[in-house]
Antibody
Framework: QVQLVESGGGLVKPGGSLRISCTAS????????LTWIRQAPGKGLEWLSY????????HYADSVKGRFTISRDNANNSLYLQMNSLRVEDTAVYYC????????????WGQGTLVTVSS | DIQMTQSPSSVSASVGDTVTITCQAS??????LVWYQHKPGKAPVLLIY???TLQSGVPSRFSGSGSGTDFTLTISSVQPEDFATYYC?????????FGQGTKLEIK
């Protein structure tokens, strides 16, 4: 069955860096784009980043552009989000999700990993 | 960038009621609109894509309509398991964006 499992969340100080991962199984990895979406405490869902199946096409929300980098390792069915210059407002549960094409939505999501940015 | 605005921000309903949630895009997004359901501590669930196509496995009491800038999600005969927060998301152009969410609460 399709599974997406995030890992790597934790506590980091403002200005610090963290890399979170998403390991996929149960489907042909390269057939799907992957995306990161977050939910800050008490807030709604926020779209963050997209990467195509090949890894060539990438897009970011303005709030993280220049600070966060999305990447994928198709040989190991893994997705990553490198987060630099972290701010208190980046505190959130980070979800990875997949889709066959954006217009069809994200049909599977992980359970999320919590990133806390605090001094 | 495209802004998505949902209304209301919360709605109270009883089991069996019909509930309608609206979503407005800041510019024409054709039919590239997705709806999700999200419960606390769980992964969001895809309900509807291309504004009106029901995702496989989603109950038929959920329906979507609209095109251009104005969209609606309707839940007919609300069930206990439907109490959750609902989000629209535009998939017309990057960066994609969500509405602020509508919380469906028990009356």
């Amino acid at each position: 069955q399709v599974q997406l499992v995030e890992s790597g969340g934790g506590l980091v100080k403002p200005g610090g860096s963290l890399r979170i991962s998403c390991t996929a199984s149960g489907f042909r990895f390269t057939d799907y784009y992957l995306t990161w979406i977050r939910q800050a405490p008490g807030k709604g869902l926020e779209w963050l980043s997209y990467i195509s199946g090949s890894g060539i096409s990438k897009h970011y929300a303005d709030s993280v552009k220049g600070r966060f980098t999305i990447s994928r390792d198709n040989a190991n069915n893994s997705l990553y989000l490198q987060m630099n210059s972290l701010r208190v407002e980046d505190t959130a549960v980070y979800y990875c999700a997949r889709g066959v094409a954006g217009i069809y939505g994200n049909d599977y999501w992980g359970q999320g990993t919590l990133v806390t940015v605090s001094s | 960038d495209i802004q998505m605005t949902q209304s209301p921000s919360s709605v109270s309903a009883s089991v069996g009621d019909t509930v309608t949630i609206t979503c407005q895009a800041s510019q024409d997004i054709s039919s590239w609109l997705v709806w999700y359901q999200h419960k606390p501590g769980k992964a969001p669930v895809l309900l509807i894509y291309t504004a009106s196509t029901l995702q496989s496995g989603v109950p038929s009491r959920f329906s979507g309509s609209g095109s251009g800038t104005d969209f609606t999600l309707t839940i007919s005969s609300v069930q206990p398991e439907d109490f959750a927060t609902y989000y629209c998301q535009q998939a017309d152009s990057f960066p994609y964006s969500f509405g602020q969410g509508t919380k469906l609460e028990i009356k």
